[in-house]
């Protein structure tokens, strides 16, 4: 019998959670469907661990949405699926969805979109995007969500039927994560005696550093000794430094740029913070929980499906007072905080697994082709 594939579409291998899932996906790829990969442009910082599991992706090129090589790309697209017998494409970013619909209506080839966010306007992206993003997501086979508030965001505001959306959380290698915070990583600006709260998230208007910023310097009289060490870049950057200069912060908030040794990072931690306006389900979250950290977050997409239950803190968005107390919580009740670092371990153990995340997409490719039990839409949500 002829092992099935999967081709994983993804416009190009930034360092971000998209592409860092999708490398955890290959590396426990579900043994019944051999993997395949095509891209947009085969440049960014996963190409290598792509690579390194012995996949070289196929480049299908092409110059934007509106631009007329789009249409060629369809065409390509879907002759790869034809020539590769693709028997189910898993779409993992909006340009790869809108192409890979189009492209499997072709082929006749079931297609999966993932949707990992609630819809908010991301770099470059406008609200004719979004409304492209939603039909893309009503064409496909199955809307793949990771966590249940992104499922409603299908259904109620984009008209997703109900029985096509899936709620399929990310996972963790814990094995690989615990070496890799075992190891020392780059050197941080810290004296003895500093607490280090660790944010990670690129440096975008939706991860609201802003608001971080104006949290610290309500804290710098009272915590002379708590410095955050940002994981991260992005256009927000200057406006960042400008207002640290104002506030006389530079030095107790650190703008690291880019770091690929986030594990070590989060190990060399007291506590973990993430004042997005807008999240699916983060994977900077999970990280913290799996170094056992503490977790301030706000209360908004799947955040609460992580730390609810005493798994951390959660505090409104845009509001540096309710984030400052959060953070003064934390560091004056430290068994609470171990509490919580210890708790949120547990839950990735119990719950957020690559195994489990393995097994859930085994059941997503066989539901796509029709060869699972029909669900209600949210069977492969791991239990809570």
Not at 51 to 70: D, F, K, N, Q, S
Not at 299 to 312: A, F, H, K, S
């Amino acid at each position: 019998m002829r092992r099935r594939t999967v081709a994983h579409l993804v416009t190009q291998f930034n360092i971000g959670g998209t592409e860092r899932q999708l490398v955890e996906r290959l590396r426990r790829h579900p043994k019944a469907f051999a993997p395949v990969v095509v891209c947009n442009h085969a440049v960014g910082g996963f190409l290598e661990p792509v690579r390194a599991l012995g996949i070289e992706p196929i480049v299908v090129p092409y110059a934007g949405l509106t631009h007329p090589t789009a249409a060629l790309a369809v065409a390509r697209l879907a002759a790869v699926f034809k020539l590769l017998h693709v028997d189910v494409a898993h779409a993992n970013d909006f340009g790869m969805s809108v192409l890979g619909v189009a492209a499997a209506r072709l082929s006749n080839t079931r297609i999966v979109v993932n949707r990992v966010d609630l819809g908010h306007l991301r770099p470059g992206f406008t609200a004719l995007h979004r409304r492209v993003e939603a039909l893309a997501a009503r064409n496909a086979h199955l809307v793949c969500a990771n966590a249940e508030a992104v499922r409603r965001v299908c259904i109620d505001e984009e008209r997703c039927k109900p029985e096509r959306v899936v709620v399929l959380r990310n996972g963790l290698d814990l094995e690989q994560f615990d070496r890799l915070a075992a190891a020392p990583g780059d050197p941080l600006p810290r004296e003895p005696g500093d607490t280090v709260i660790t944010v990670v998230g690129n440096l975008w208007p939706v991860k609201d550093h802003r608001t971080l910023v104006e949290a610290a310097g309500l804290l710098k009289d009272r915590f002379p000794h708590l410095r955050f060490f940002c994981a991260g870049d992005g256009v927000e950057r200057p406006y960042l430094e400008s207002r640290l200069r104002e506030l006389g912060l530079e030095g107790r908030v650190v703008l690291l740029g880019h770091r690929t040794d986030v594990p070590s990072l989060l190990s060399r931690s007291d506590a973990f913070l993430l004042c997005s306006t807008a999240e699916g389900l983060s994977n900077a979250v999970m990280e913290a929980m799996a170094a056992r950290l503490p977790v301030v977050a706000t209360r908004v997409g799947g955040n609460p499906e992580l730390l609810d239950g005493g798994r951390g803190l959660l505090v409104p968005p845009r509001n540096p007072a309710a984030l400052a107390a959060a953070v003064t919580r934390l560091l004056l009740d430290r068994d609470e905080a171990r509490e919580m670092g210890r708790r949120g371990r547990s839950f990735v153990e119990a719950e957020l697994t690559v195994s489990r995340m393995q097994a859930a997409h085994e059941e997503l490719y066989l539901k796509a082709l029709g060869e699972a039990p029909e669900t209600t839409g949210d069977a492969l949500r791991p239990a809570a």
